[in-house]
């Protein structure tokens, strides 16, 4: 009797044991659920940040485009309404109202109700609900994703640290004769690119024309190729792409090809590839603070009048812009990327870019410091990125970019623009979810 008493703690060893693999089995089954309902939940969420990104912006260009007055608050919910209607039509099943958003959509203006224009930006907040295949099993009723996007609208150069100069130069080419039979040149000073570019708009002159003048090759133009400038970087979201060829009514213009720097503005042994907007010297800015620029924008000002690159340098005026090499590897690569991000996609007609952003316009190109090759800044070009060519030496980078306005006096900085056409105004994505670190609005 004795040894059976001894048995019995075996048995029950192992009911317990049985009980411990049930146990694990179940908590096993429940992670597993989880695991493959996360992974819906993600792909949820990544449908709904895009659907929730075009809302924000189909609300910023409301009202930039003056069909709303962003003071009233009939305009707002006629905003949110049609913000709405966009994050449908995107993913019918999203959800924006005040049981599944409360508090989902918020304008900001960046300055008082005056009667006059006034910058802003607005947030709207977006829920979907995810896919379930095991987690309601175990007692989770619902699960959804969420996503809440920002964007603004105003000056293109007051929008935030997204909206600044970047380290890109286009050359004048005021020394060059206009061709016959090119309507004759404005007075001096002009800007050839910029002119021909509104004639040819206007059909006052053809492609022909206007690609004589550049020296374009048609075999290589946009217009005639299967893809943006050159088709040889993966980081370019356009390579292979097929050029839109603008119709009037479809909101694309003509896409110019430029070579920075550009021979026209001068040849000098120290020739560099982007820009350094420090001043005289050049070169001093490390990758990190290029790709910056490149990415956010230059976060200090640049004067025409007076010709001043970085009044806050305290070098007395007259002070050209410098220079900065680009053929190091490690530079390449990074450049290469961040301009992947600032290229706006073919299909997106150019006033609704996401990226649009000025660049210098130069005259000359000069080396009074030994290899350090200094830019004479003439004008501020607001351009949309379309394409560019591998950065593998320090001359005939190829950029696709089409033309928004120009500027050619008064200054750029992080604050409004001073000068006689400030008009420039656009739309940009801010953030996401309220993140703080990654908000691009500067208000």
Known sequence: ????????????????????????????FAVGALAI?????WTARRNLITGTDAAALDAARYFLSGAGDPCTSGSISAAESHAANVLLQN???????????????????????????VAGKVRFDGRLDAHQTLSSIIGIQKLEAFSSSTAAWGYITGLGSG?????????DQSSVSFPNPLPAAPAAP???????????????????????????????YPSASSGFTLGDTSDNPNMGKAYVVPSGTNGHDTVHRITMPDPACGVVSGNRLWLDFTGPGGGTIGASELVNEILHGYDKQVDLSPHDCNPSDNTPAPEDCGSKPGNNNSVATAASHAMGTITCSVEIPALSCPYIFPILVVNQITEPRGSNALYKQVAFLFVVLRGFGQFNNNSNLQLDLEFVSIQTDGNIGPTNPSGSNTEPK??????????????????
Do not use: K
């Open 190 to 220: 002009y800007y050839p690119h910029m002119y021909l570019w509104n004639q040819l708009q206007s059909g006052a002159i053809s492609q022909t024309q206007y690609d004589t003048f550049f020296g374009t090759d048609p075999n290589n």
């Open 426 to 443: 656009g739309v940009q994505l801010c953030g996401a979810d309220h993140d703080a670190v990654t908000d691009r609005c500067g208000f």
């Open 1 to 28: 009797m004795s040894v059976r008493r001894r048995i019995r703690p075996l048995r029950d060893e192992r009911g317990i044991a049985a009980v411990f693999l049930a146990v694990t089995m179940v908590t096993l």
């Open 91 to 117: 993913n019918s099943e999203a959800l924006h109202d005040p049981a599944s958003t409360p508090d989902g959509f918020q304008v900001q203006l960046a300055g008082p109700c005056s009667g006059g224009f």
């Open 37 to 41: 309902d996360a992974g819906s939940v």
């Open 163 to 171: 909206a600044g100069l970047r380290p890109i130069n286009i050359c």
